[in-house]
């Protein structure tokens, strides 16, 4: 799976607040038209353990049971998205972690008001996000295509 340049890949979470509230078509919205490809596409549900590993930073905090059973209280749907630069892309677009600080503009800032409930994961940083699209995506549920609109969406220098 190729993660350099215009193929770097990152995942992205919609959680189970953003499912319950009828935003995921919104929260695509905001990455398709930022010029995002999604590559990967699916509806889940999350378990314990795939929870613990995917939250190891967090795992011994003691917020760490309520994050768990947040995430696991409705199904989730997870994205892959790709562009150049994408991980530090979709960190940005999504705002910080605590919602009601996060700047207006960002998902976070405009749709949420939690902590937890902050409608979305997003990897952050490249080595995490490798890690994260194999966590959660199958190889050939990662579709390799040609985007028409990507002549448009970078120049020719960036689109390499
Ligand atoms: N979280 C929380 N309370 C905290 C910190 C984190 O409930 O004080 C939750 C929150 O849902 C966050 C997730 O744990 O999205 C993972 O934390 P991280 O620091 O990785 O934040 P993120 O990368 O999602 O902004
Ligand atoms: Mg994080």
Known sequence: MKFDGIHEKTLVLIKPDAVQRGLVGEIIKRFETKGLKVVGLKMMRLGDAVL?????????????PSVEKFMMSSPVVA?????????????????????RAAVAGSIRGDLAMGYGCNVIHGSDTVENAQAEVARFFKPDEILDYDKGEYLHVYSDDERV
């Open 52 to 64: 613990r590993e995917h939250y190891a930073h967090i795992a011994s905090k003691p917020f760490y």
């Open 79 to 99: 994205l892959c998205l790709e562009g150049l630069e994408v991980v530090d892309a979709v960190r940005l677009v999504m705002g910080i972690t605590k919602s």
